[in-house]
Structures are given as C-alpha cells and as structure tokens.
C-alpha cells in the first residue's frame, strides 16, 4: 500500500482522533476553515467544558510541531491537549499510533529536542541554533512514554473510558 498523500494526511488524522475519543464516550468533533486555531474540539456531556486539541499526523517517525517557531510554549490560549497520529502503510492495512501529551508535556518535550539538537549544532558550527528559521519536530522516541493515554482526555471531561 502507497503513502496517503499529504493533502489528506492532515484530515485522516483529525477524523481518526476524533474516531478514538467518540469511542470512549467523548464528543469529538473537527473543526473546518482555513483560520482555525483548533484541530479537534471534544466537549463534556452537559457541555459545560470544551477541551482544543492539536493533531499532528505523520506517516513517519517524527511529527513537526512548530511550538517554537510559533512561540506555542508562550502563547496564552494554547491547545488543551496535542494528539501526535502516527500512521505507516502495513500491507493491505495501517499499523497506527496514538501520543496523548498536554500542552505543558509536549512543550516540555520539545523543548528537550531542541537542547540536544543546540548542543550538538553548536559544538559543529561554534554558534546557537536559530529554531525562529527552523522546523522543530519530535520523534516517536521522544513521546513515547505517552502512548495511549486517552484517559487524560476522558478524566479531564468527566467521562468514562470504556
């Protein structure tokens, strides 16, 4: 089976979070347009809370999430949570992956990445990396501690994973 090119990449992942939460008793929902802030809106039963979600979908084995390049680590109303999708061809089917992070937790990560990444651009070319100019990303590595844990989602709005 052939790569799902990009233009569809983006909303398979969208769609395929939204596919988990519903699932676990959680209303999930995309959102549409090309200025949105939000991926992924899952709101609480009575809707009395509405919880943004970040999708980063790659079908390899890093996700490019721009925070610093964005200033996301600064920004005041930040996704409550980030769903990185990792998914791969696997003969006639898909092996899929799913990374639940809080804001703070893939800030964190991030941030981390980018420590390492510096110390070892510096030691080659003598001087800071620029991340306003680059892309960050993570890797499946990075976040994988938080494969999975949907429940973040499910405690947060009350509900009951099933």
Known sequence: MTKIPPYLLSLAGEY????E?????????VTY?????????????RHECA????????????FITQITR?????DPHPPDFWVL??????GASFAERFF???????????????????????????KPFDFSRGVDDVTVKD?????DQWSKIVDRLGGAEG
């Open 51 to 62: 919880l943004k979600i970040e999708v980063k979908t790659s079908q390899q084995h890093s």
């Open 85 to 90: 999708f990792q998914i791969r061809p696997e």
């Open 100 to 126: 639940v992070l809080t804001h703070e937790e893939i800030c964190t990560v991030q941030a981390a990445r980018n420590q390492a990444y510096d110390k070892k651009h510096l030691a080659r070319r003598g």
């Open 16 to 19: 395929r979070v939204c596919s």
């Open 70 to 74: 964005k200033g996301l680590a600064k």
């Open 21 to 29: 939460l519903n699932k676990r008793g959680i209303f999930a929902t």
């Open 33 to 45: 347009g090309n200025r949105k802030s939000v991926d992924v809106y899952a709101i609480s039963d």
């Open 143 to 147: 976040v994988e501690p938080y494969e």
